[in-house]
Antibody, heavy 112, light 107 residues
């Protein structure tokens, strides 16, 4: 069955970097683009952008240009989200999502 | 950016009732709307795509309708497991945008 399994929770300090993984199984990885969604504590869903899994080309929503980077390891059917220079407001659960299938979410906590 | 407005933050219902969650787009999105259900501590679950098509495995008490700017998710014969938050999303144009969510609670 189709699964997206994300890496575990992260506790980081402001200014640090975090890299979250999303490992796909049960389908051909390059057949579907991968999207990333942010959910701050107690808040709604915010689309961050997507990555073309055939070409590796990322597209970012305006609020996620600059410090955020999507990447792939196609041989491992894995997508990554890297956040550089972490800020307190990056504290959130981050989800990868592929057309109706969602990862379980990765909680990133940024605290001094 | 297209704004998806779910005007009701909370809705009260009883088991067995029929309830309708509404979502209004700030511009015409055709039928490029999805609905998601999210329970506390869980990832969203996709219910509806293309405004009115149920994903496989979604109970038929969930019905989506609408086109253009006005969309509705109707839950007939509400069950206790349906108490959750519901989000609409438009995927007609980038950036993709979600409604703020509607929490379904017991009366």
């Amino acid at each position: 069955q189709i699964q997206l399994v994300q890496s575990g929770p992260e506790l980081k300090k402001p200014g640090e970097t975090v890299k979250i993984s999303c490992k796909a199984s049960g389908y051909t990885f390059t057949d579907y683009s991968m999207h990333w969604v942010k959910q701050a504590p107690g808040k709604g869903l915010k689309w961050m952008g997507w990555i073309n899994t055939e070409t590796g080309e990322p597209t970012y929503a305006d609020d996620f240009k600059g410090r955020f980077a999507f990447s792939l390891e196609t041989s491992a059917s894995t997508a990554y989200l890297q956040i550089n220079n972490l800020k307190n407001e990056d504290t959130a659960t981050y989800f990868c999502e592929r057309r109706a299938y969602w990862g379980q979410g990765t909680l990133v906590t940024v605290s001094a | 950016d297209i704004v998806m407005t779910q005007s009701q933050k909370f809705m009260s219902t009883s088991v067995g009732d029929r309830v309708s969650v509404t979502c209004k787009a700030s511009q015409n999105v055709g039928t490029n709307v999805a609905w998601y259900q999210q329970k506390p501590g869980q990832s969203p679950k996709a219910l509806i795509y293309s405004a009115s098509y149920r994903y496989s495995g979604v109970p038929d008490r969930f019905t989506g309708s609408g086109s253009g700017t006005d969309f509705t998710l109707t839950i007939s014969n509400v069950q206790s497991e349906d108490l959750a938050e519901y989000f609409c999303q438009q995927y007609n144009s980038y950036p993709l945008t979600f409604g703020a969510g509607t929490k379904l609670e017991l009366k």
